[in-house]
């Protein structure tokens, strides 16, 4: 199981990023997948989910109505768009293959800042 995050960086409060996790070594369309974000001294936390079949989308609720979370099955891809951030996004997302305890990539960081 391979999973690469990119897409990370700085943008300016109210900005957007587009965050990508290649995954390789599974069929990507039967397993749920999610990213998770951490900050330095917390614990990491759950930020968006999809389904494998069916594709049904759970969100943290500070994050509702700003992200949103897709997949490409196809090209094996899943996305995390985040739109109007905030200072308070800044941490290093991770992709994560929900599966016999979870597959993590290395994570991106995403920094919020003016």
């Known amino acids: 199981v391979g999973l690469v995050e990119s897409g990370g960086g700085l943008v300016q409060p109210g900005g957007s990023l587009r965050l990508s996790c290649a995954a390789s070594g599974f069929t990507l369309m039967w397993y749920d997948m999610s990213w998770y974000r951490q900050v330095p001294g917390k614990e990491r936390e759950l930020v968006a989910g999809?389904?494998?079949?069916?594709?049904?989308?759970n969100y943290k609720d500070s994050v509702k109505g700003r992200f949103t979370i897709s997949r490409d099955n196809t090209r094996k891809m899943v996305y995390l768009q985040m739109n109007s951030l905030k200072p308070e996004d800044t941490a290093v997302y991770y992709c994560?293959?929900?599966?016999?305890?979870?597959?993590w990539g290395q994570g991106t960081q995403v920094t919020v800042s003016s």
């Open positions: 999809i389904a494998g079949p069916g594709g049904i989308t």
């Open positions: 994560k293959l929900d599966y016999r305890g979870g597959y």
